[in-house]
C-alpha cells in the first residue's frame, strides 16, 4: 500500500512538473508558453492608425480598400463587416454594414464591396474603423477585430 501511495505521489509531482515546464519554458528556450491567437482585420493599402490612400475615398476612385481576415475562430459560422466614421458631425455615420460573411471568408479585393462608401470627410481629419465580428451559431459576437484608418478633407 505504502509502495502504491509513493507512486502515486511520484506522478502526481512528476506530471505537476511537466505542466509548469510546458506553461513556462526555461529562459533561452525561444518557446512561447503559450500561443493566444486573436482574429485580425488587416489591408494591403494601409496599416492600422496610418493614412487611406486617396484611391479608396471620394477624392480617388471611390473603390473599396482590399481587406485580409485572420486567424477567424474555428467556433465562428459567420462574420459581419461594418464601417464606421465615428467623427462625422452628426454623430457616428455607417460607411458599410455587411453581415452574413461566411465564416471560411479570408477577406475581400479591392473594389469587391459595392455597397461601401468612401470616406469623405467635410472637413478636418477623420478616423474610420473597418470592425471585424466573428458570430457563432448564436448569432453571439465571439471575437473582433478593428482596423482603423484616416483620410482628411482635400
Known sequence: ???LRFSLIFIG???????????????????????IVRMQITSSAFENNDI??????????????????TDIPKTAVS??????DPDAPNGTFTHLNLSGIPADKTGFDEGELSD??????????????????????KGAQISQSILTGLYSAQ
Open 116 to 137: 461601401f462608401i468612401p470616406p469623405c470627410p467635410p472637413s478636418g481629419t477623420h478616423r474610420y474603423r473597418f470592425i471585424l465580428r466573428a458570430l457563432n451559431d
Open 52 to 69: 487611406i490612400p486617396v484611391k479608396y475615398t471620394c477624392d480617388g476612385e471611390t473603390v473599396s480598400p482590399p481587406l485580409t481576415f
Open 13 to 35: 509531482v512528476f506530471g505537476l512538473i511537466l505542466l509548469i515546464l510546458k506553461l513556462f519554458p526555461p529562459p533561452g528556450s525561444n518557446q512561447p508558453a503559450f500561443r
Open 1 to 3: 500500500m505504502k509502495n
Open 79 to 84: 462574420l459581419s463587416l461594418v464601417v464606421e
